[in-house]
């Protein structure tokens, strides 16, 4: 493997790639940054909907972002069948997100790639999926990022361990 062939992809999708996904992108991208690895890593997100494509998240997930040093640029996209050859690990924000993943996954091999985010949230999460804040206020915008902090972290931290051991 090359320099500059990153050696952990991930992809966040939710159902229309303006808050949820997008708002782990971005988190993810700023804890790779913050720790010099951005090199190793190739993150995007989708949705598992069409109804936005092209468009910048939802302008609410990037004013409660950038309060929190996160530049949220990402234009929305519909998740493909290729997304499943070219990520190691997809990450649905909800169950009915991971359900619609799994069928659209072409192969048994790319359903194992499906995780929900909720496998990352701390024991103490008062939540088992991440809340769709599209209809909500501040309030759930802000739960959103906050879940998504913790739990991006949380999966920053497992895949990291699961390559320590390999490196001098």
Known sequence: MSESTPTHKVLFVCL??????????????????S????????????????????DLPDHRMRLHARRRGYDLTHRARQVSEADFEEFDIIIGMD?????????????????AKVHAMAEYFAPTARYDYVPDPYYEGSEGFELVLDLLEDSCMRLFERIEEKETPDRQ
Do not use: F
């Open 16 to 33: 229309g790639n303006i808050c949820r996904s997008p708002a782990a992108d971005g988190i993810m991208h700023s804890i790779v940054e």
């Open 35 to 54: 720790r010099g690895v951005a090199a190793h890593w190739k993150i995007d997100s989708a949705g598992t909907g069409r109804y936005h494509i092209g």
């Open 95 to 111: 169950d009915a997100n991971v359900a619609d993943l799994r069928r659209l996954a072409p192969s048994p091999e790319a359903q």
